[in-house]
């Protein structure tokens, strides 16, 4: 388990005693593994400014298999999920919030399609993220994104996950600074299943994510999962080169060469403004030039491994290889 908290001291003890836990207990029987606990809770503290840190700290007192990672300022959720994943030494390592907004009564339905083969599990959010502006906005984003973007991401997915060991080394190997957790873990593919949940209300305080903040994370899915944007400006410049370079070429042939015949008298400041668009279009498409250069230079620099291959599959092809 792995649960980024930011500011969650009034709620991470009940999070902890009575949602938690008693989900995990139940959970015990399912993974049955004789002896040691089969499960490990990695929370991490992302910078709190109230009492998230002790409140946490008394938690991991109660057992040894509860860890706490302290990082030494807010990174922000994506860092701080990706801090507690390096952490976790899981054959499984499961994603969750520490607002009781994932439900911790559906990790059962996530451990038993994780045993039953699949690699990543989902889980989709059955209800509306909340008010018309969100809701909306949600819509969109996916529409966007699932536009720009080469994998599809299936909507309301959100960043309560399970993921098997093999996503989770493979995961690891990403090292780009500004990163969207769920693009990566769509972007890795593998073996995938959802689990639909109806998110509850926050057990306590108020969601750190304002509606700058979540268009602002919205771009950035945008940006880091695809270089289209980039092109944008590039294809507008064409169109409005097209355009202006038409118009000025009816105008040059009825006005000067045909001398005016369907009596136009077209001004010259017209004429000056179509050779202007005429040049603004051109800087754009020069710009999409640049988009295309730097596109190349954008995915290099995010270094992403250049492809995932899912081992627990894999093996039995090369061991037939060598008979
Ligand atoms: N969180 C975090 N760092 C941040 C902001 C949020 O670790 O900078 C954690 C937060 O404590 C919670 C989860 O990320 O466990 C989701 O945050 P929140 O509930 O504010 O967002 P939403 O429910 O709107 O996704
Ligand atoms: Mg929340």
Not at 9 to 20: A, M, P, T, V
Not at 201 to 229: C, Q, W
Not at 302 to 323: C, F, H, I, T
Request: proline fraction near 3%; charged fraction near 20%; include cysteine.
């Amino acid at each position: 388990m792995v649960v980024p908290a930011y500011n969650e001291g009034e709620g991470i003890r009940s999070f902890h005693d009575s949602l938690l836990m008693p989900a995990l207990r139940q959970l015990k029987d399912i993974l049955a593994v004789s002896g040691e606990n089969p499960y490990e809770i990695v929370y991490v503290n992302d910078g709190s400014t109230d009492t998230t840190l002790e409140k946490l700290q008394s938690i991991a007192e109660t057992a040894s298999y509860i860890k706490v990672v302290n990082l030494s300022r807010n990174f922000g959720k994506e860092v701080a999920t990706t801090a507690g994943i390096e952490a976790a030494s899981g054959q499984g390592v499961l994603i969750m919030d520490a607002d009781g907004q994932h439900p911790p009564a559906c990790i059962e339905r996530f451990v038993d399609l994780w045993q039953k083969g699949h690699q990543v599990i989902v889980g989709v959010r059955s209800n509306d993220a909340g008010g018309f502006i969100k809701t909306q906005g949600s819509k969109l984003f996916y529409r966007v994104l699932n536009s720009i973007s080469d994998q599809q991401t299936v909507p309301r997915s959100t960043d309560f996950r399970l993921l098997d060991r093999e996503v989770v080394d493979a995961f690891l190997r990403f090292d780009e600074r500004n990163r969207i957790t769920r693009g990566l873990i769509d972007w890795l593919g593998f073996q995938r299943e959802y689990v639909e949940f109806a998110a509850p209300d926050r057990l306590a305080g108020e969601a750190t994510y304002s509606l700058r903040k979540l268009v602002g994370l919205a771009l950035n899915s945008f940006i880091t999962m695809s270089t289209k944007p980039l092109f944008a400006f590039g294809y507008l410049g064409l169109l409005i080169t097209l355009l202006a370079a038409l118009t000025g070429g009816v105008i040059i042939l009825q006005q000067f060469l045909l001398g005016d015949p369907m009596g136009w008298d077209i001004s010259g400041s017209a004429m000056v403004g179509i050779l202007v668009t005429f040049l603004v279009g051109l800087l754009l498409v020069a710009q999409g030039m640049l988009a295309v250069y730097l596109s190349h230079i954008y995915v290099q620099a995010q270094g992403r491994p250049l492809y995932a291959v899912d081992r627990s599959s894999s093996r039995n092809l090369y061991e037939s290889k060598d008979v």
